[in-house]
């Protein structure tokens, strides 16, 4: 990637990490983007220069959060650990950025007021490719004898739910900062798994 592509990615991802926050401060039908605009100190012209509209703004935002989350466990993947390991660092890792990047997350429930078809399908996809990362995991473990014998996709999905879950009650004022609450997570989740 060129530095002038560098540049352009980071300014779209800048205005991403910006459209999110106002989003989810005045909701979708209260936000212009000439209030995303100037929160970033941008023209509304500069904005419609990478964005279509509002709506192709929550949809690119959707591809990079779901983007960077499966780059994040695929690095996870291919370290050379121990399996319990990796599934916990995937595990923190997928709650500190889900707390990182909370207001975008958060606009990710309501798929089908928001998105087209065509949309709601390719977010489901990188949805369920994420998922199979951590299936992999999973299976890896009972391979391996560590993990007990389990039913794969529903104990994803128990893991993955009970992590989502944490936008809705954690709170930066709370005992626990972001990484503290992740790896205490994250240590309770895998007593489901862990071969007794």
Known sequence: MSLRERKTAKKKEDILRTAVLVLSEKGYHGTTIEEIASRILMT?????????????LLYQSQLMLLGRSIENV?????????????????MI??????????SGFEMMVKLEQFFSAQQKEKILQLRDDYGKAFDQLIQAGIEENV????????????????MNW??????????????????S?????????IKK
């Open 93 to 102: 890792g997928h709650i500190e950025y889900l707390l990182w990047e909370r």
């Open 147 to 162: 993990f007990g014998s389990v039913d794969v996709k529903i104990v994803r999905n128990i893991i993955l739910g009970a």
């Open 44 to 56: 509304k012209g500069s904005v419609y220069y990478y964005f279509k509209d509002k709506q192709d």
């Open 166 to 183: 944490v936008t809705q009650w954690y709170s930066e004022s709370g005992k626990k900062d972001k990484t503290e609450i992740a790896e």
């Open 74 to 90: 695929e690095a996870i993947l291919f370290q050379d650990l121990l399996v319990i390991e990796k599934l916990r660092m995937a």
């Open 185 to 193: 997570i994250s240590d309770y989740l895998l007593h489901i798994l």
